[in-house]
């Protein structure tokens, strides 16, 4: 009889010790949980504070490749565009007193490949042939000249001479004619201020970008 009288009290000491650990355990999660909070919230920052370093990263990234893209137009091809073109204004303008069959030899230098190609070609053949026969019959101004001999110029040119364009001593000699224009330029202006009066401001800066090309192909 005292045996079953004392299992209930056993068994109600027992539920109650675990009642007693379980609520234990509760307030121990719940002392702990601001500092989870607080932890969670520094780790936030943190991770914050990484994708803002790494956006500065990535945009100095990005200036340096606008830069290069900047850069990159100033290629071999745009550069012969800019001389090619540079020479053509000077052989039709009349705001200088150069000699301008010196354009002749630079221009078949330093034309594209497109062009030379063009002009060796059946069309190019076609377009000398006609523009022989309209010399022959008719009247061409004097600024045409020069654009029909370096037409003819290229057409004729043995593959020795056409080799040195894209080599250093092709690259030499267009300097030496740059340079000798642009001496012949700015010495037969009188001045520097004259040089970009309005009636010569065109041939100096074709002047120049002949010359600031060549000196790009030399490097």
């Given at each position: 009889m005292l045996s079953l009288s004392l299992s209930p009290a056993?068994?109600?000491?027992?539920?109650?010790?675990?009642?007693?650990?379980?609520?234990?355990?509760?307030?121990?999660l719940l002392a702990d949980l601001p500092r989870n909070s607080s932890s969670l919230s520094f780790n936030t920052l943190r991770y914050s504070v990484d994708y803002k370093e790494t956006a500065v990263v990535m945009a100095k990234k990005r200036r340096g490749l606008t830069a290069i893209c900047c850069a990159a137009p100033l290629t071999t091809r745009n550069l012969q565009w800019i001389s090619t073109i540079s020479s053509a204004v000077l052989m039709l303008t009349k705001g200088t007193a150069i000699q301008k069959s010196f354009l002749v030899p630079l221009f078949a230098l330093q034309a594209p490949a497109?062009?030379?190609?063009?002009?060796?070609?059946?069309?190019?053949?076609?377009?000398?042939?006609?523009?022989?026969?309209?010399?022959?019959?008719?009247?061409?101004?004097?600024e045409l000249e020069l654009p029909f001999i370096a037409l003819l110029l290229v057409l004729v040119s043995p593959y020795q001479a056409m080799n040195l364009r894209g080599t250093q001593q092709g690259?030499?000699?267009?300097?030496?004619?740059?340079g000798y224009l642009a001496f012949q330029h700015f010495s037969r202006a009188g001045s520097l201020q004259k040089a970009f009066d309005q009636g010569s401001v065109i041939a100096t800066l074709a002047i120049i970008c002949i010359t600031v090309v060549s000196c790009f192909f030399l490097i």
């Amino acid at each position: 009889m005292l045996s079953l009288s004392l299992s209930p009290a056993r068994t109600l000491a027992l539920s109650y010790r675990h009642e007693t650990a379980a609520l234990s355990h509760r307030t121990k999660l719940l002392a702990d949980l601001p500092r989870n909070s607080s932890s969670l919230s520094f780790n936030t920052l943190r991770y914050s504070v990484d994708y803002k370093e790494t956006a500065v990263v990535m945009a100095k990234k990005r200036r340096g490749l606008t830069a290069i893209c900047c850069a990159a137009p100033l290629t071999t091809r745009n550069l012969q565009w800019i001389s090619t073109i540079s020479s053509a204004v000077l052989m039709l303008t009349k705001g200088t007193a150069i000699q301008k069959s010196f354009l002749v030899p630079l221009f078949a230098l330093q034309a594209p490949a497109s062009i030379i190609s063009w002009i060796k070609g059946e069309y190019g053949v076609w377009t000398a042939f006609l523009a022989l026969l309209v010399r022959l019959f008719f009247f061409i101004p004097g600024e045409l000249e020069l654009p029909f001999i370096a037409l003819l110029l290229v057409l004729v040119s043995p593959y020795q001479a056409m080799n040195l364009r894209g080599t250093q001593q092709g690259a030499i000699i267009s300097l030496l004619i740059a340079g000798y224009l642009a001496f012949q330029h700015f010495s037969r202006a009188g001045s520097l201020q004259k040089a970009f009066d309005q009636g010569s401001v065109i041939a100096t800066l074709a002047i120049i970008c002949i010359t600031v090309v060549s000196c790009f192909f030399l490097i």
